[in-house]
């Protein structure tokens, strides 16, 4: 198909990736993304970039974007264990086991949000237009999207993506029947910093999931400040720096969402961190430690939500592509890794269209079939995650524990463990 022409509704991480992918490939390509600075998309925390989004990165970015993103992120050096609430191992696996490979297309790393967004948008100053909210589309008589936005503008060209978060208006509109569900589980994170911690090494160089023998679990991340660390806009939240500049340990503490306050979501930071520690008593010191030093200011509880299936739609020229379709919770942290690896696929099919070899639709109803089954498959694994940590089954979680235990003891057990780690 001659001078293909793509619109992207929503400037994340998928989106930009997309974008840069199909510069790269020379499609005609605009990003409409309703926020108007960098300091806007400050939210969450930072991101692990694992060997599927790596691949989706160096295959979508120009060579000096990559070697950009190579000199910035920090590499995840560290291994993974699953614990007692008393830090004693069922299992743990070290870094070399998780990520044998040295090719950088293959490994894990951590990069801050705001970094890696510098990375995508660099290149993209023609293509990204900035302060363009989307409120609908339409579709034209010769089967081409016209976008309305609220500004009165409109834009249109043959495909319109639908990269516009886990609230996606593109989503309300195609597929007015899905869903985004209450888990019923929430989380409480925090951080806090390494610099003058006294915390035992499981802490500060692993990656941690605590299953106590009751209810509840805790998640402990390592995060390393990004190589090259971008210089923060005046008004730049303060924690910025700690995100970008500083070594952290991030934590999460989760259970289902009768086990607290009905208003946990408003309480401070200081609030939930005695809450926390409440609820962790009688737990390892290291444990309590950790919780008791993080910065009240970087704690706050959120409610998990989760996409619900969705069936295959009659393909059209609207698609979607990653929260906006399978948004999960955080409890298996691939979702930014699953929006880059749709933004791969849906690359490379477009490619196709645009160099003669598919036909439009074709090519985006293999890209959807293909990214329901896999994106879809990343849902149910983040959300049995969730649901896990909200179990109160004694016995579940003994026969768990005495699972991850033999996982550590059986070579080919623990082998296949760390393949799926390292995925």
Same mark, same amino acid.
């Given at each position: ?50 060997? /599927? +989004? !790596?691949?989706?990165? @160096? *295959?979508?970015?120009?060579?000096? $974007?990559?070697?950009?993103?190579? %000199?910035?992120? &920090? ?119 390494? /610099? +003058? !911690?006294?915390?035992? @090494? *499981?802490?500060?160089?692993?990656? $941690?999931?605590?299953?106590?023998? %009751?209810?509840? &679990? ?206």
């Amino acid at each position: 198909m001659e001078n293909l022409t793509v619109m992207i509704i929503g400037g994340g991480v998928g989106g930009l990736c997309l974008a840069q992918g199909l510069r790269r490939a020379g499609v005609a390509v605009t990003v409409h993304e309703r926020t108007r600075a960098r300091t806007d998309w400050l939210q969450g925390y930072r991101i692990h970039i694992n060997p /599927d +989004g !790596a691949r989706a990165l @160096r *295959a979508c970015l120009p060579a000096a $974007n990559w070697q950009a993103f190579l %000199d910035t992120v &920090s590499v995840d050096g560290g291994g993974f264990a699953f614990t007692t609430e008393q830090l004693t191992d069922l299992v743990r696996l070290t870094a070399d086991e998780i990520a044998p490979s040295g090719d950088p297309g293959e490994r894990h790393y951590g990069v801050s949000r705001i970094s890696l967004r510098e990375v995508l948008l660099s290149g993209l100053d023609d293509v990204i237009h900035l302060g363009r909210e989307f409120t609908h589309y339409e579709t034209t008589a010769d089967g081409r999207v016209t976008a309305h936005f609220t500004d009165s503008g409109s834009a249109t060209a043959d495909v319109l993506i639908g990269a516009d978060g886990a609230n996606s208006r593109v989503r309300r509109q195609l597929l007015p029947h899905a869903r985004r569900i209450d888990t019923g589980v929430v989380a409480i994170a925090g951080k806090r910093r390494l /610099d +003058g !911690a006294t915390l035992p @090494r *499981a802490l500060t160089h692993d990656t $941690n999931l605590v299953i106590p023998r %009751d209810r509840g &679990s805790l998640f402990t991340a390592v995060w390393h400040p990004d190589r090259r660390v971008v210089v923060p806009d005046r008004d730049a939240p303060a924690e910025f720096l700690l995100d970008n500049a500083a070594p952290f340990v991030l934590w999460g503490y989760s259970d289902v969402a009768a086990a607290f306050p009905a208003d946990v979501e408003s309480l401070t930071g200081a609030d939930l961190r005695r809450l926390v520690l409440a609820r962790i008593d009688g737990w390892a010191q290291a444990l309590r430690d950790l919780i008791d030093g993080s910065d009240p200011l970087t704690v706050n509880a959120l409610r998990l939500r989760s996409a619900t299936p969705v069936d295959a739609w009659p393909t059209t020229s609207v698609t979607l592509l990653g929260d906006a379709i399978h948004n999960m919770t955080p409890m298996a942290g691939i979702g930014a890794n699953t929006a880059l690896r749709d933004a791969e696929l849906l690359c490379h099919r477009l490619t196709e269209v645009a160099a003669g070899g598919s036909a439009l639709l074709s090519a985006l109803r293999d890209y959807e079939r293909r990214m329901l089954d896999y994106g879809f498959a990343a849902v149910r694994q983040s959300l049995r995650n969730a649901r896990q940590a909200g179990s109160d089954s004694r016995l579940g979680r003994a026969a768990f524990r005495t699972m991850m235990r033999l996982a550590g003891a059986v070579p080919p057990m623990r082998r296949r463990m760390a393949a799926q780690l390292g995925r």
